[in-house]
RNA sequence: GGUGAGGUGCUGGAGUGGUUGAUCAGGCCAGUCUCGAAAACUGGUGUAGUCGAAAGGCUACCGUGGGUUCAAAUCCCACCCUCACCGCCA
């Protein structure tokens, strides 16, 4: 969410801090005269409120005094009827306030290119080469499925379309890059590991800004409020939901490993082959919260904590800078990390690193007790960013489209042999 | 799932209808004292909204949401969570 100060100080400007964003003209609009509507009508009812506090008050004294206070009480039982219309009133338009609040973009931030849609976006660095190959790169569904490491057919018969069952090496594969990057991230990158519940409330939904809008892409668990996490995000930022941290205490980076569970509504026809968009898959998340002024400087370091991962895997990458169109409803600015996929011949999404500024911190009430300069201490909301780092899934697509060989085994990239026993091969079995 | 107990401010813990945003103690901050510190003493120490140029008012908040009442932390209802025991179970 936006601040209300925000809002009003900079009203005749919103729809060009947003534009290029989805959102709705005239429920902005609506805004400016609920704002104006709202504060009259409590300005009203608090005054009544006040009255007849005092009236309370001196129906409490003249009982005690064993007088009459018949007066009194009738004049509040009278205000009572007014307080309650309305009071009616000012939660009718807190209601239809708070749902246009909520459901208003991020602004991006200054340095967010220009743009409408992917067409807009910047590649800002590209690490590696493309591995040059002798014979034509197969994808990594047919690799694997020659290999007899994915398998999806048996995963359609257990469950349904885009869901894998990975096997032997590809699950030992997939271990080893969980523990390779927790490892990487906590022991080199300062993050702490945190395990967090898989399964989230609708509050912790909204804190993060899936929710309301975004129901449809999630899994709900019938007859309740509770939704299969779709990334580590929202356990994790929620971790400090409704909460007063200290200053000394930021910044605070958690990473995570979960599995992630999404619909994919609105996703039929788009990369239905193989590993890359499923309903469940695996990744490790990585969580900033820091102070206003230290967020920029984190992204950046955040971002790079993923790349480290790419390049110690020796995939070929490139990092993109989102322009304002084909950013994510809370972020103000976003890196995609695409990495090389020799089968498919195209660079593909592997990581998305955010920065929320204090969008989500707002929707979750998350804030740091800070010293002014006056030496009073006041509340601030903080930072919040995110990462991955990186989907499991998809970088085990990359090694092995990476990695393959003409005669279809694959080889596996030296900082992860040591996470699968000293394996330096996957190799289709000669029995 | 069942039964019982409980959820109050940074913490502990009072408070069962009336000037209670909340006794008291601890913590923390500032000051006095001291060469300095401790101790002691004094003062301060929640959040949000709203009015105001400001000073400063006002309103709301004692797990959450309703209800009763002139008035609710206190009474009633529902729900959530915690703890204990039972059942079940990885």
Request: aromatic letters at 8%.
């Amino acid at each position: 969410m936006l601040a209300r100060d925000f809002l009003r100080t900079h009203f005749a400007e919103m729809p060009h801090l947003l534009r290029n964003r989805t959102f709705d003209a005239g429920s902005l609009a609506r805004w400016g005269e609920l704002d104006a509507e709202r504060r009259r009508v409590l300005t009203a009812v608090e005054a009544m409120k006040a009255e007849r506090n005092t009236l309370s008050a001196e129906v409490g004294r003249k009982k005690k005094a064993k007088e009459d206070a018949t007066a009194e009480m009738e004049r509040a039982k009278e205000l009572g009827v007014s307080v309650a219309a309305q009071e009616k009133r000012v939660e009718e338009i807190e209601a239809e306030f708070f749902a246009i609040e909520q459901a208003l973009p991020n602004v991006p931030h200054e340095s967010v290119p220009e743009g409408e849609d992917e067409t807009g976006n910047a590649v800002l660095k590209t690490w590696g080469e493309p591995g040059v190959f002798s014979f034509t790169p197969k994808p990594h569904w047919e690799l694997g499925t020659a290999l007899g490491i994915l398998d999806f057919e048996r995963a359609a018969k257990v469950t349904g379309a885009r869901f894998t069952v990975l096997s032997g090496e590809a699950s030992l594969l997939s271990r080893a890059l969980i523990a390779f990057m927790l490892d990487l991230h906590t022991r080199e990158h300062g993050y702490r590991e945190v395990l967090p519940p898989f399964i989230v409330n609708a509050a912790s939904l909204f804190g993060t800004g899936q929710l309301p809008k975004f129901e449809a892409d999630l899994f709900r668990l019938q007859g309740t409020d509770w939704y299969l996490a779709p990334t580590a995000e929202v356990p994790v930022t929620n971790l400090h939901r409704d909460e007063v941290l200290r200053d000394d205490q930021l910044t605070i980076s958690y990473c995570a490993y979960t599995p992630c569970f999404r619909a994919e509504a609105g996703a039929a026809g788009k990369d239905t082959r193989g590993l890359i968009r499923q309903h469940q898959f695996d990744k490790v998340e990585l969580v900033k919260f820091t102070r206003a002024e230290d967020s920029a400087e984190a992204h950046e370091k955040l971002t790079r904590d993923a790349e480290t991962v790419l390049e110690r895997l020796e995939l070929p990458y490139r990092r993109v800078v989102l322009c304002r169109g084909d950013m994510g409803f809370s972020s103000a600015k976003t890196y995609d990390l695409e990495v090389w996929l020799p089968g498919q011949n195209a660079y593909r999404e592997i990581s998305s690193c955010s920065n929320f500024e204090a969008f989500q911190a707002r929707r979750a009430a998350i804030r740091v007790k800070r010293t002014g300069a006056d030496g009073k201490g006041r509340n601030e909301y903080v930072h919040t960013l995110n990462g991955s780092g990186l989907a499991v899934g998809r970088t085990l697509v990359a090694i092995l489209e990476n990695f393959q060989r003409a005669d279809g085994s694959v080889a596996i990239p030296a900082a992860l042999r040591p996470y699968c026993g000293g394996l330096s091969e996957i190799r289709r079995p000669s029995c």
